[in-house]
């Protein structure tokens, strides 16, 4: 009760420093600290509060904002559609009633009990592993809490645009401050995720990992070649190779042969060698995706199942289903094995294909294309029928194109293509750019279409809204990100 009492008081003060600027709650703040004697405080407290539950479906609308998944026609609402049209206001319910952005003030929640536990952690600096595992979990936390929220809520980087950007507010000081928060600049947030990133991996090195619902070392270095390749250019396409091979060196992970794969179950799971780290629910098993009769739901595209080549690839027959009067689900999360104890998150896991997919997306873009196809085909040959003689272009701008579709049908489902998308549009080298069209139907009628523009025609609907509540508590000092929201083409 009184660990509850304190993640509550908290949680209450950090948000109130960063929406409202209050500080009525310094006084019991400084009182419950008292109550963390112990390492293992700090454990329960960023296990409680800094971690994000595996019963906890947070970011289910990455799913359906993108190309891999269509409305499936049925007399219900489909649920999410403000995000799969591209409302100006995204969070609304089937009925169209407005509702409250939960996303945003549970990442700062998170972000408030892991600030708490990073500077609190300093009291017990010799404890030796235990310090050094809470410390370090911490920062990976921040870290990759910021990359999503930086991600969902401002543009994607761009070197040449990053210092002026808008990016999201930083708050990384556990006290609570009397002011009005504004946002920095994307240059700023994302220099902020790689400082706590490297400074994850410092901590954690040498660690145990008692489970993979904790970070690890390797987490925090795979998480890093991610924000790496996000960044891109020269130096930070380096700096993702030598992340990627610091995993691959560990030797603690290896890619499962789908040959040896029991189609219908679970391809994605806890233990699974590939599995680096996970945190939260498998939102791609919810009903809404998953097909059952009685809900709206969401179906997965001919423009994916397409680009699988059917006859030798065999992630299409063991990572998909069609389901009768549904259509096309996935089933790399089986719906027939729903245990909780084995399951990932489809939002925020790290695997080792993405290493894979990492360093060979960064090794072409430094022109090293012999060992970006060394890379690739030694992760396809783990997904194709055995003895497929498998041809990748070694051209680069070919090349280029192959390891974003290989990105696309390996890591379907679990949250990237939204991403990917968006940070293709802005690439310094080989920019790519795609409209996304929605159809709408209502009470089983087609209507229309949705249609989301390219990112250079309208980029405001590549973005989230920040919360009119956070921009209100700040008085202002937080700016809009500007959405007018997709339009609708009748027929």
Not at 221 to 245: F, K, P, Q, T
Not at 280 to 295: D, E, H, L, T
Not at 314 to 334: A, D, E, P, Q, T
Not at 341 to 365: C, D, G, H, I
């Amino acid at each position: 009760m009184v660990m509850r009492k304190m993640i509550y008081v908290l949680w209450l003060c950090c948000l109130g420093g960063l929406f409202s600027a209050c500080s009525g709650f310094l006084e019991e703040y400084s009182q419950d600290l008292t109550y963390i004697q112990t390492v293992d405080d700090l454990n329960e407290l960023l296990v409680g509060s800094g971690y994000i539950s595996n019963t906890s479906d947070f970011l289910p609308m990455l799913h359906v904002m993108d190309d891999d998944t269509e409305y499936v026609r049925k007399p219900t609402t489909p649920g999410y559609w403000g995000f799969h049209y591209w409302l100006a206001n995204p969070f609304v319910s089937g009925a169209g009633v407005e509702q409250k952005d939960g996303v945003w003030s549970t990442f700062y929640k998170y972000l408030a009990a892991i600030n708490v536990v990073m500077t609190k952690a300093e009291d017990f600096a010799s404890e030796g592993e235990a310090y050094r595992k809470v410390k370090g979990e911490a920062y990976f936390l921040r870290g990759m809490d910021y990359f999503y929220l930086v991600n969902l809520y401002a543009k994607p980087y761009s070197a040449k645009a990053a210092a002026s950007e808008p990016g999201v507010p930083l708050k990384l000081t556990e006290y609570v401050e009397d002011k009005h928060y504004v946002r920095a600049s994307l240059a700023e947030v994302y220099a902020s995720i790689v400082s706590d990133l490297k400074s994850a991996a410092v901590y954690l090195e040498g660690t145990t990992q008692t489970t993979k619902r904790r970070a690890n070392v390797d987490a925090a270095r795979a998480m890093l070649s991610r924000v790496y390749l996000y960044m891109a250019g020269e130096e930070n396409w380096e700096n993702c190779v030598a992340m990627c091979d610091s995993v691959l060196k560990s030797k603690r992970y290896d890619l499962y042969d789908i040959n040896e794969h029991e189609p219908k179950k679970d391809f994605i799971f806890l233990d699974s060698p590939e599995t680096i780290f996970t945190q939260g629910k498998c939102s791609a098993r919810n009903p809404i995706f998953m097909g059952q009769s009685a809900v709206a739901t969401y179906m997965l595209t001919q423009d994916l199942l397409g680009r699988y080549d059917a006859d030798v690839d065999l992630r299409y027959s063991h990572w998909f289903n069609n389901v009768r009067n549904i259509g096309w689900i996935w089933m790399k999360y089986s719906p027939l094995t729903p245990v909780v104890s084995t399951m990932v998150s489809s939002e925020f896991l790290l695997r080792l294909p993405e290493v894979y997919l990492n360093k060979a997306e960064a090794l072409v873009m430094l022109g090293r294309t012999e060992e970006a196809v060394e890379v690739l085909r030694a992760l396809r040959e783990k997904r194709l029928v055995e003895g497929t003689m498998d041809v990748i272009p070694s051209n680069q701008k070919d090349l280029v194109d192959f390891v974003r579709l290989e990105r696309r049908l390996e890591l379907c489902g679990e949250g990237h293509r939204w991403f990917d998308l968006r940070r293709y549009a802005v690439h310094p080298t080989f920019p790519e750019e795609k409209e996304i069209i929605h159809e709408y139907v209502n009470q089983s009628a087609r209507i229309g279409y949705y249609r989301l523009a390219p990112y250079s025609e309208n980029s405001g609907n590549w973005v989230w809204p920040i919360p009119e509540y956070a921009i209100t508590f700040n008085d202002g000092t937080l700016v809009a990100n500007e959405r007018d929201g997709a339009p609708l083409v009748e027929y």
